[in-house]
């Protein structure tokens, strides 16, 4: 790949949009030379990113914006995500593996994005809001 190709979105916060996160984030991952699993498991992280970003981040406020910008280079594959909400505390958030939170019916979102980006870094931004910048790195040939 000679010069990086990013992809730019902006939604308000409704969950009816979601999959067009999902697809977008599919179709850059492959741009960078993922194949059809990483491919798709990289779009889940970067559904949960935005899922977050929605209902904890704006709180499902119609009039507050995720902004998604997806990357692929030569490096892999990156995905920023941003609120225009409080934010949350990642940290704050319940462990889904814990006895108690087993059944919840939510709750997995970051533990699903961990296991298929190979980092994470969660940044508070100094307006308002979260950023979540997510990376995967292209495997050694």
């Keep these: ?9 902006v939604l308000c916060s409704e969950v009816r949009l979601i999959d067009l996160v999902h697809m977008a ?10 194949d059809e699993d990483d491919a798709l498991n990289i779009g889940l992280a970067v559904r949960e990113a935005a899922i977050n970003a929605i209902v904890h981040g704006n709180g499902s406020d119609p009039t507050l914006d995720v902004h998604v910008t997806l990357t692929a280079d030569d490096e892999g ?3 920023h995500v941003t609120d225009e909400g409080e934010g949350f505390d990642p940290d704050a958030a319940p462990d889904p593996t814990e006895k ?11 533990l699903l994005m961990r296991a298929f980006v190979d980092d994470i870094v969660y940044s508070r931004r ?15 040939n």
């Design 25 to 34: 984030a599919e179709k850059v991952a492959q741009v960078a030379g993922f």
């Design 1 to 9: 790949m000679a010069s990086p190709t990013s992809l730019k979105l």
């Design 126 to 140: 100094e307006t308002r809001g979260m950023e979540v910048t997510m990376t995967k790195r292209k495997p050694a």
């Design 100 to 110: 108690d939170n087993l059944l919840a019916t939510s709750g997995r979102g970051m």
């Design 77 to 79: 594959f990156s995905a």
